[in-house]
């Protein structure tokens, strides 16, 4: 059998056992089994790394917990701008979404914009435009209400702070989020994506590296297939997932040389909290990060599920 392998992760940051509860931590094992297992099927039938990690992140998406579609963190206005980008390892295609609202699986809003317009990156009320015409599932902002993130809303109002999800909160129960998925197929073809809600109580549009291709997400047949979480800003200027490739093909590094290198060495010099996901052409798979802890996930054809939350697990 020809090898397969998917990765996903749910966001990094301070993430401690001693401020979780057990009932939370199996929620969140919960919603990260389900989300792998949508790729896994995909990838055991033989389907493609983009229709699994798309299958995979929507799951996230539609899952409250994490800070992606549903669940996504609030602006400085109250509402839900939503980030997300998808990359074809294969034919280097590339599609993305920023600071869109309302619609319920930005991911699959990327997917359509990388296979159905000439563009790489749709942005605001035009990529909306573009959802409308692609009939892309929009839901009311109802949907995209989850208490908890409104509550982080209002302590950063009152502290007048613009605050990563992954960010320790004081008082806050200090919900993570930010998801992606990396997979490599039976066809030997690598794929990644990711999808944020970016920070609490961001505005004027800010953008963070989630939809920017090579910040946030990269996939390359070449080398390897990233997805990103963390302090966006410095994933950006860090270039961080065009990074780790850029190490194996131009250095020859291997990928766990490489995500060393970019995760452990060169975020850390810039002060850039964060972590990712990676995978290579052989289904090697790197799941590195800087922080406390990532909600991550892995299964290969040959490897058991493995579930990870905290530091050393
Ligand atoms: N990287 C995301 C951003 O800066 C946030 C995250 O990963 O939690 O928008």
Not at 199 to 204: A, D, G, P
């Given at each position: 059998m020809q090898p397969f392998a998917i990765a996903i992760h749910g966001g990094a940051g301070t993430i401690l056992k001693s401020t979780m509860t057990p009932e939370k931590e199996t929620e969140y094992k919960q919603g990260l089994t389900a989300a792998i297992t949508a790729g896994e099927e995909i990838l055991r039938a033989n389907g493609t790394s983009l229709a699994a990690v798309e299958a995979a992140i929507r799951s996230l998406e539609n899952n409250p917990l994490f800070n992606a579609g549903r669940g996504a963190v609030f602006t400085h206005d109250g509402k839900n701008e939503l980030d997300a980008s998808i990359m074809d390892g294969k034919t280097l295609m590339a599609g993305a979404a920023a600071?869109?609202?309302?619609?319920?699986?930005p991911i699959t809003l990327a997917r359509t914009i990388m296979?159905?317009?000439?563009?790489v990156l749709l942005a605001g009320l035009g990529a909306m435009e573009f959802a409308e015409k692609m009939k892309i599932d929009f839901e009311s902002d109802e949907y995209f209400f989850v208490q908890h993130r409104y509550d982080q809303l209002l302590q950063a109002h009152q502290t007048d702070s613009i605050t990563l999800d992954h960010t320790q909160q004081p008082s806050s129960t200090n919900k993570k989020g930010t998801v992606g998925c990396v997979a490599l197929d039976v066809h030997g073809n690598l794929a990644a994506g990711t999808s944020t809600g970016g920070?609490?109580?961001?505005?004027?549009?800010r953008v963070g590296d989630t939809p920017m291709i090579g910040a946030g997400t990269y996939a390359n047949n070449a080398t390897c297939a990233v997805s990103c979480t963390g302090h966006g800003e410095f994933f950006i200027r860090s270039v961080v997932a065009y990074d780790v490739s850029c190490l194996m093909e131009?250095?020859?590094?291997t990928l766990k040389e490489a995500c060393d290198t970019v995760v452990n060495k060169k975020l850390v010099a810039l002060g850039g909290e964060g972590g990712l996901i990676a995978i290579d052409r052989y289904g090697n798979i790197e799941l590195p990060y800087?922080?406390?802890g990532m909600y991550r996930a892995k299964i290969t054809n040959h490897t058991p599920l493995y579930l990870g939350i905290y530091k050393d697990e």
């Open positions: 600071g869109v609202r309302n619609i319920k699986n296979e159905k317009s000439e563009h920070m609490t109580n961001k505005r004027y549009g131009y250095k020859g590094l800087n922080s406390e």
